[in-house]
C-alpha cells in the first residue's frame, strides 16, 4: 500500500517568506508526527497530532512555526517569515497505534532559506 | 541527558553479521527498547522493539541482557543496501509521541 507522502520534495525560499510543507499519512493512521533534521544532526520532534485530541505543540521551536491537520489526516505544516537556520529537511511520520511504537516515516521535504 | 549510548560509527564485512551496541543503564521498567535505521536521504524506518524478551522479525534480532541495561541488535547477513545510521531509542510503550533520537551508529557495510 501507499507509504507516507510529503511535498514538495525540495523548496527553496528566501529569507522572510512563508512556506507550507504537506504530509498525507498512510490511510486509518490516527498519529502523525513532524519532526525536523539539520544537516548532519539527528532527528528534533516538532508537533505530534492524535485523532481529535489537542497537538502536542511543545517541541516548536518558535511561534513562527504551526501546523494543522485537516479531517484527521493530510497535515500541513507552515514556517513564517522564514529564517536560514529554518534551512532543514521536514521529515512526517505517522501511526497506526495510539502508542507510536511504530512511526512510517515519509522522505521528507528539504527546505532551504538562502 | 541522553538515555542511550551508541557507538559513533562501525564497519562490518558484506556477509557478515553486523553486532550493533547501545546501552541504556538508567532504563525503567515499563521502558521498551526500539531500534530505528536511517539509510541516506531517506526517513528514518522501524525496524524492532522489545521489552526483556529477545526478539526476531525479518529484518534483524534484538537480544536484551538479563538486567536490560544494554541491548544488541543483530543483522544477521549484512548486505551493502544496510549501510544506515542507526538509532537505539527507549521509551515507554503508550507514551504515544515523539520518537527522541539520539546520534546513533554510522554502519557502513564495506564489499
Known amino acids: 500500500g501507499a507509504g507516507v507522502s510529503q511535498s514538495p520534495s525540495n523548496k527553496v525560499t528566501e529569507k522572510g517568506k512563508d512556506v507550507e510543507l504537506r504530509c498525507d499519512p498512510i490511510?486509518?493512521?490516527?498519529?502523525l508526527y513532524w519532526y525536523r533534521q539539520s544537516l548532519g544532526q539527528g532527528l528534533e520532534f516538532l508537533i505530534y497530532?492524535?485523532?481529535?485530541?489537542?497537538?502536542?505543540k511543545s517541541g516548536l521551536p518558535s511561534d513562527r512555526f504551526s501546523a494543522e491537520r485537516t479531517g484527521g489526516s493530510v497535515s500541513t505544516l507552515t514556517i513564517q517569515r522564514t529564517q536560514q537556520e529554518d534551512s532543514a529537511v521536514y521529515l512526517c511520520?505517522?501511526?497506526?497505534?495510539?502508542?507510536?511504537?511504530?512511526?512510517?516515516f515519509g522522505p521528507g521535504t528539504r527546505l532551504t532559506v538562502t | 541527558d541522553a538515555k542511550t549510548t551508541q557507538p559513533t560509527s562501525m564497519d562490518c564485512a558484506e556477509g557478515r553479521a553486523a553486532n550493533l551496541p547501545c546501552n541504556h543503564s538508567t532504563i525503567s521498567g515499563n521502558e521498551y527498547v526500539y531500534w530505528y535505521r536511517q539509510i541516506h536521504s531517506q526517513g528514518p524506518q522501524y525496524i524492532i522493539h522489545?521489552?526483556?524478551n529477545n526478539e526476531t522479525n525479518e529484518m534483524a534480532s534484538l537480544i536484551i541482557t538479563e538486567d536490560r541495561k544494554s541491548s544488541t541488535l543483530i543483522l544477521p547477513h549484512a548486505t551493502l543496501r544496510d549501510t544506515a545510521v542507526y538509532y537505539c531509542i527507549v521509551r515507554e510503550a503508550n507514551a504515544g509521541n515523539m520518537l527522541t533520537f539520539g546520534g546513533g551508529t554510522r554502519l557502513m557495510v564495506k564489499p
Open positions: 511520520a505517522s501511526s497506526l497505534e495510539v502508542q507510536g511504537s511504530k512511526q512510517y
Open positions: 522489545g521489552l526483556k
Open positions: 497530532f492524535q485523532g481529535n485530541s489537542a497537538p502536542d
Open positions: 490511510s486509518g493512521h490516527t498519529a
